[in-house]
């Protein structure tokens, strides 16, 4: 199956800024040691799932944004009959994830450290995922900055077209603003139900939301 033509955008607006934070050396060596073995390496290619998993024939679930990777490994030991790919553009959070990752011996679980427009776009098959996950995203609340968010008309598109039949979209966020605008673009989308939230999960960033008095608000959506 061949990919759909990429969306296209008048110029790229990131949802993230690149920071040149700092890594410790527990990460650095992380990367060096355990990179090899959970890594997938950035190209411009199709995911061949026969090279990336021992088992391609099992369910395929993407987070996107994972930080620490904490409810992406807990996920991923739940659910041994699904595979899961992390992408995440800060190698920190990737280093850390890595040492989570070192002594669990998990086959299911890879990451690319990439931006996730691109990883869907380039080298993912149409009607191939299962279920995307996107907990705690960036909310950019500047108002002048709600252009960088990622989850807006085109990049539902964008999910829409790699999903397959039922597949489904799971969303958390702690910015009222944000939760409004997100259930604002699949309603206007028209291609999805918005169903019950069932994973049980409690990343740092809702801990934090909570702390800081914010509601948290959790949504999936179904593609119809």
């Known amino acids: 199956m061949n990919p759909s033509p990429k969306l296209n955008h008048k110029r790229e607006i990131t949802s993230y800024v690149r920071r040149a934070g700092r890594i410790t050396s527990g990460q650095k060596n992380a990367w060096e040691k355990y990179w090899r073995l959970f890594g997938i390496k950035n190209t411009k290619d199709i995911f061949n799932a026969d090279n990336i998993f021992k088992n391609s024939n099992k369910k395929l679930i993407i987070e996107i944004g994972f930080g620490n990777g904490e409810i992406l490994i807990d996920n991923a030991l739940q659910y041994p009959g699904s595979n899961f790919i992390g992408i995440e553009v800060y ?3 990737i280093g850390q994830c890595l040492i989570n990752l070192s002594d669990k011996r998990l086959t299911n679980v890879k990451l690319i450290n990439e931006d996730a427009k691109k ?3 380039n080298n993912l098959n149409d009607q191939i995922i299962d279920q995307i996950n996107i907990f705690f995203p960036d909310p ?3 108002k002048r ?3 960088r968010r990622l989850i807006d008309k ?3 598109l964008l999910m829409q077209q790699k999903l397959k039949k039922d597949g489904c979209i799971n969303i958390a966020t702690d910015w009222t603003d944000y939760a409004e605008q997100i259930i604002h673009e ?6 999805f139900k918005k169903t ?3 994973l049980s999960m409690k990343t740092k960033f809702e801990k934090r939301g909570l702390k800081l008095g914010h509601k948290i608000q959790k949504f999936t959506f179904e593609l119809l």
């Open 91 to 93: 190698e920190s959070g």
């Open 119 to 121: 990883v869907l776009n």
């Open 140 to 142: 950019w609340p500047k």
């Open 145 to 147: 900055h709600h252009k």
């Open 154 to 156: 085109n990049f539902i």
């Open 186 to 191: 699949f309603n206007e989308n028209g291609c």
């Open 196 to 198: 019950n939230f069932n």
